[in-house]
Nanobody, 126 residues
């Protein structure tokens, strides 16, 4: 089992920034593709950004390109999501996830991911 713990969520005004963190334990972090997904009430969990095992490949949903940056440090077993120019539509619970099968070319499908954190809430509101 891999345990994933997210932190860094909160309330921020439109145009503001937040940095989410995800710390993994229990498995070799560098063996996994990692991803950030988000969910709002009544909607399915959606892909936000994913990163390959060494950070060489990253993918973003179109709505966050140029505003969000995903990164990881395998020595620290940690992944981050830097979120800038936040909009009200970014409001959601953000989850980090790990997938061993797509370690080289990370999947954008939530169903492919093996382990999930408990989520951290992000609210963008004035």
């Amino acid at each position: 089992q891999m345990q994933l713990v997210e932190s860094g969520g909160g309330l921020v005004q439109p145009g503001g920034s937040l940095r989410l963190s995800c710390v993994g334990s229990g498995r070799t972090f560098s063996h996994y593709a990692m991803g950030w997904f988000r969910q709002t009430p009544g909607k399915e969990r959606e892909f936000v950004a994913v990163i390959s095992w060494n950070g060489s490949r990253t993918y973003y949903v179109d709505s966050v390109k140029g505003r969000f940056t995903i990164s990881r440090d395998n020595h620290k077993d940690t992944m981050w999501l830097e979120m800038n120019a936040l909009r009200s539509e970014d409001t959601a619970v953000y989850y980090c996830a790990a997938d061993i099968s797509s370690w080289f070319d990370p999947s954008q499908l939530p169903s492919e991911y093996d382990y999930w954190g408990q989520g951290t809430s992000v609210t963008v509101s004035s």
